[in-house]
C-alpha cells in the first residue's frame, strides 16, 4: 500500500541545515513555525522528509485523534506535565490506548527537543496520536489496532517582553461559535476552528472571538479569552465549550497565588467583551496577547493595558514551574 508522506517546508530546512555552526549559534533566527529536521514516528526517530503514515490512519481519515503543542524555552519546559496530562486525559475521552505513562511521554519529548535544539533553542513541539490504520474506512471504532503516535519540532518566537510599550497587540473581531459541543477535548478535528479562523484571518485580524446562542463569550478560534473591567481579570467558567488551556490555567493559578490582582472564572455576556478596558488572547503559543481592536473599534483606549503588563510579568515569573 502507497503511504502518504510527512513534507516539511523542504526549501526552509534545507536553508536550516546547511548554515554553518556559528549561525546556530545565533538563536531564534529562523522564521517561526519554521520545522526542524528531526521527527519522531512509532517508536523512531528520523529525519521529517523520511517520515511515513499509512493514508487508512483514522488521523487522516476521520481526524481521530488527540494532539498537544508544548513550548520550550532554551530547553525549559512551559507546563509539560499539564499538557501531557491534558493529552492522556483527551485520549481516555474517546478511548484510545497510547500505552505511555506521564514520565514516558515527558522523556520522549525532552529528547526529541534535545535532538533538535541544535538548530534552534526556543521550540514548540507538536505531537499527535491517532486511533491508527485499520484496514477498512468504517466510523466504528477498530480492535486490535495500535495508535499512531507522531511528533515534530517547530521554532518559536522569543517571548514576548514584559513592557506595554513594546509589545505588539493583536485586533480581533466576534462571530457565533458554530463549532461542536466537546470543544474541551483537544481533538486533531480542528475544522470548525479552522473556519473561525480563516473568518478572522480574512478580516484582517489575528483572531476571531466566539460567542454561544445565549450571546456569552466562549473562547477564540484558536485561543482561551479574558477580559478586563475596573481592573478585576474575567474569564469564562472552563465547561465543554472551552479547551481546558494550559495557560489558561497557569494564568489563573499563579495571579491567584500573588494576590495583587483579582481574577474570576464565570459567564461572560458579550455586551461585557464590547465593553470591556482590556481583551486577551491566551494560548501556548501566543502566551498573553494583548487585544486593542475588536471589530474595527479600540478596545478601551486603544492602548495595551496596565493590568496586562502586570499580568504578564505575574505569568512570566511563573511558567516554568508547571
Not at 36 to 63: T, V
Amino acid at each position: 500500500m502507497q503511504l502518504a508522506a510527512m513534507e516539511p517546508r523542504l526549501p526552509e530546512l534545507q536553508a536550516a541545515q546547511t548554515r554553518s555552526p556559528s549561525d546556530n549559534s545565533k538563536q531564534n533566527n529562523y522564521e517561526a513555525g519554521l520545522i526542524m529536521s528531526i521527527a519522531y514516528l512509532n517508536g523512531s526517530y528520523m529525519p521529517l522528509e523520511e517520515a511515513r503514515i499509512s493514508p487508512l490512519d483514522r488521523g487522516f481519515l476521520f481526524g481521530d485523534g488527540i494532539y498537544e503543542v508544548i513550548p520550550y524555552y532554551n530547553g525549559r519546559s512551559v507546563g509539560l506535565i499539564p499538557h501531557i496530562q491534558r493529552m492522556i486525559d483527551g485520549l481516555a475521552a474517546i478511548e484510545i490506548d497510547a500505552g505511555r505513562s506521564v514520565e514516558q511521554w515527558k522523556t520522549l519529548l525532552d529528547d526529541l527537543v534535545a535532538r533538535n535544539s541544535d538548530i534552534n533553542h526556543n521550540l514548540g513541539v507538536y505531537v499527535h496520536v491517532s486511533r491508527g490504520a485499520d484496514t477498512k474506512r468504517f466510523h466504528a471504532y477498530p480492535e486490535g489496532v495500535e495508535a499512531t503516535v507522531f511528533a515534530f519540532c517547530f521554532a518559536i518566537k522569543d517571548p514576548a517582553l514584559v513592557d506595554r510599550t513594546a509589545v505588539t497587540p493583536v485586533s480581533v473581531n466576534t462571530t457565533q461559535d458554530l463549532r461542536w459541543q466537546r470543544c474541551h477535548i483537544k481533538s486533531t478535528s480542528l475544522l470548525g476552528n479552522v473556519i473561525h479562523y480563516q473568518e478572522g484571518h480574512s478580516a484582517g485580524n489575528g483572531e476571531i472571538l466566539l460567542y454561544n446562542a445565549d450571546n456569552q463569550l466562549t473562547e477564540a478560534s484558536s485561543s482561551n479569552a479574558f477580559i478586563v473591567k475596573d481592573g478585576k481579570i474575567i474569564t469564562p467558567v472552563q465547561d465543554n465549550q472551552i479547551l481546558p488551556g494550559i495557560t489558561r490555567r497557569i494564568i489563573i493559578d499563579s495571579i491567584k497565588a500573588d494576590g495583587s490582582l483579582e481574577i474570576e472564572e464565570r459567564v461572560v455576556t458579550m455586551d461585557e467583551v464590547h465593553n470591556a478596558d482590556e481583551i486577551w488572547v491566551t494560548s501556548s503559543s501566543k502566551e498573553i496577547a494583548p487585544v486593542t481592536s475588536l471589530d474595527g473599534k479600540p478596545v478601551g483606549n486603544g492602548e495595551v493595558g496596565e493590568v496586562w503588563e502586570k499580568a504578564f510579568s505575574i505569568y512570566t515569573n511563573a511558567k516554568f514551574d508547571y
